[in-house]
């Protein structure tokens, strides 16, 4: 009798996913942990204060008591924390997206025996943008995965793999919508510790749409070996020959750009990893450093690992993003694409008066915001009310929106 309630369900092999086309491809349903899909996946139930209290402890709505409803604070942008950092590695790794601080975490957990194994992605061996997730067990297995693959990334598809090697301490290195289902999951897995290290994650792909992208936007799409939005406003492509070609956000062709994200990443709001540990990016910092947000201990646990090959300074806030989103919301509805010379001034006046540091950072988020409310308001109509976060609502709330 219990044999045939107990088989575990099978991973969808068919390719329909249960949140149909909003589904981020974070490879849950890959495995038989499918079978909790409806309470785990981040399309089909958002559930970031549950997740934060269990988590961290507390959630970004419980530390709020007390504020008047419409204020804004950091916690709604940056989510729980307990510090800040500026830093980069003083000794890079070539290859790496930034300076290779995931990649140095990832290696010295395993090399200190703080963890057994380590989630993250590797890249196909015939195509640098395709992911291949694995269960790295060596230090060398994590460094051959530096780098973005800036493609949806089915990670916990190796979920089944953690089960079967009986490991018991694990860090996953992930983006947001696989951190949210592997958290509601987390009891389920047996370890006794899960560290997570995430990074900030917006405007993912498919590979198809990668392609699209970088046939639009850059000079020689064959030769680019990883891109990044950056902090001065441009779009950085590295060519394999080195050279870095660099095109203003202003100067993007939005109308041919408009449906190249993935309808997961127009809906998402969790851009900056809530629910990791330590998350590792760079928005929040001056170009050339990373910026680190330490959630809690294990967060804390991690940091110290690579703590002294860090130069570090304090987090910096400069100047005022709202202008400059509330012409953004507008000029990105109408679908304007300036000249490439104008786009280029625009680009160069506002590095020097814009945004900078975490003001930079509320900047790419208030502008991710309130685009993918919109896209949720006019496509998904139905899930507007309990898809979209307090937290994003507030940061929405500041700015006007087309009535329609
Ligand atoms: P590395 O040492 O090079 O390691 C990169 C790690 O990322 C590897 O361990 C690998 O396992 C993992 N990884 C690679 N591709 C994926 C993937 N598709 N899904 C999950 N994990 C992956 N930061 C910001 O501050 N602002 C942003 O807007 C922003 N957008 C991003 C968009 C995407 C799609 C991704 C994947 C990351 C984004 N980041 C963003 C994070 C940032 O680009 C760097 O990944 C981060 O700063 C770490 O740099 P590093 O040199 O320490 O990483
Ligand atoms: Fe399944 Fe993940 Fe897709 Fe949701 S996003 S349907 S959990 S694979
Ligand atoms: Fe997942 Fe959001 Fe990144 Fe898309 S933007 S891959 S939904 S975390």
Known sequence: MGSRSS???RPIRSGHYPAKELCSQCGLCDTHYVAQVKEACAFLKQQFTELEEQTHGRSRESVRTGSPTSEVSDTDYFGIYEEMFTARKRDPIEGAQWTGIVSSIGMKAL????????VCVQADAQDRFKP???????PEEVLAAR???PTLSPNL???????QSGLKRLLVIGVGCQIQALRAVEKRLGLEKLY??????VDNVSRAGLQKFLETTSRSPDTVVHYEFMQDFRVHFKHEDGSVEKVPFFGLNTKQLKDVFAPSCLSCFDYVNALADLVVGYMGSPLGWQWLVVRNRRGRELLELVWEDLETQPVVSKGSRQAAVQQGIQAYDQAMTLPMWLAHLMGAVIERIGPQGLEYARFSIDSHFTRNYLYVRRHYPEKLEHHVPAFARRIVGQYRLPKT
Do not use: D, F, H, Y
């Open 157 to 163: 598809s190796v979920l089944e793999q953690v089960e």
């Open 196 to 201: 997570v290290l995430g990074t900030p994650c």
């Open 132 to 138: 291949q997730p694995i269960l790295a067990r060596t």
């Open 111 to 118: 090399n200190t025996g703080l963890v057994e194994g380590v």
């Open 147 to 149: 780098v973005n693959k």
């Open 7 to 9: 088989r575990p369900a």
